[in-house]
């Protein structure tokens, strides 16, 4: 059963959504869960120093995180009535560093970063902040970018997974968005990418028939669909209720034409790519299709991910 104990919601500086904050009390109150609000102050950066004449930058930057703890505490003190494990906290520094910081001292296992844009014609959120974060941070990341109840979830998996924490992986982002789905009443959407294989390979393996790529496309769909229920079923129990779905053409493009197609609200993915390199966990593939689409994303770390934020 998935569940969360400590969850840290990071509020941007100069402005906070209400209702988001109004979503992660929801969502910690459903997990019985600890909730931060937690702020970051950027240091004055060293080219504005000489346009400040009141002030010191040290002084400016305590009374700006002054202010940010007070309106953080003010919160705080708001919802303490109704749901009383709240607290905050505010540090100081580059965002995305003081967040995994956070994440990492308070041993939280769910972050929440609001992505809700206040700009109409704006469709992409991958801004500097969430980027660094969805590759670094080494616990669940929530990117909220509507505060309604989700009526569609996609977990968005591998069922062609060759390694045994791509395979754990695959069981953990179904399971959160089975969870997810059953407690919003939520319709589960499950879907797999397959990248079609192209007359191109074919003929470079010596293979130029036509009907024989269809052919082969179409056990390779077959199987796909084959494994893509067995991983419902061990998950989930039954796939009454949730679509399957398998999508022939490349991840980037069929992943993010599926959520539009669909109206997918929430997103579940697993954020994995093969260089092997520590810290770096989100591939191209992946990050290419958080970019791409309009909905929220729950993006989700194979056990045992170290960060390279310390």
């Given amino acids: 059963m998935v569940s969360y104990s400590r969850i840290l919601l990071a509020v941007p500086h100069r402005w906070a959504n209400e209702e988001t904050i109004r979503h992660a009390v929801e969502v ?111 616990c669940a990341v929530m990117c909220l970018r509507g505060n309604d109840k989700p009526a569609r979830v996609l977990a968005a998996v591998d069922v062609f997974a060759s390694t045994p924490d791509s395979q754990a992986l695959n069981l953990k982002v179904l399971a959160h968005a089975d969870a997810l789905a059953k407690k919003e009443g939520a319709k589960l959407h499950v879907v797999y990418a397959q990248q079609p294989i192209g007359e191109p390979m074919l003929s470079s393996w010596g293979i130029g028939s036509a009907d024989m790529l269809d052919g082969m496309e179409a056990d390779l769909i077959a199987n796909a669909d084959s494994k893509l229920l067995k991983l419902v079923e061990d998950v989930c129990g039954s796939p009454k209720g949730i679509v399957l779905q398998t999508l022939l053409g490349n991840p980037r493009d069929a992943v993010p034409s599926y959520v539009q197609e669909q109206d997918i609200d929430l997103i579940a993915m697993g954020t994995v790519c093969r260089t092997g390199i520590k810290g770096f966990l989100i591939g191209n593939t992946a990050e290419s299709i958080l970019s791409e689409v309009e909905c929220s994303v729950l993006a989700l770390k194979p056990d045992g991910f170290v960060s390279t934020v310390e």
């Fill in 28 to 138: 910690a109150r459903a997990h019985n869960a600890h909730l931060t609000l937690f702020g970051v102050v950027e240091a004055v950066e060293k080219e504005y120093e000489s346009w400040l004449t009141t002030k010191l930058p040290e002084d400016l930057e305590k009374s700006m995180r002054d202010k940010q703890t007070a309106a953080l505490q003010q919160r705080v003190d708001a919802i303490k009535p109704e749901y009383a494990n709240v607290d905050a906290a505010v540090a100081q520094g580059i965002p995305f560093v003081e967040i995994i910081k956070q994440v990492q001292r308070g041993a939280y296992d769910l972050l929440i970063v609001d992505a809700v844009s206040t700009k109409p014609t704006r469709k992409r959120f991958m801004g500097s902040t969430t980027k660094h974060v969805l590759r670094k941070c080494p």
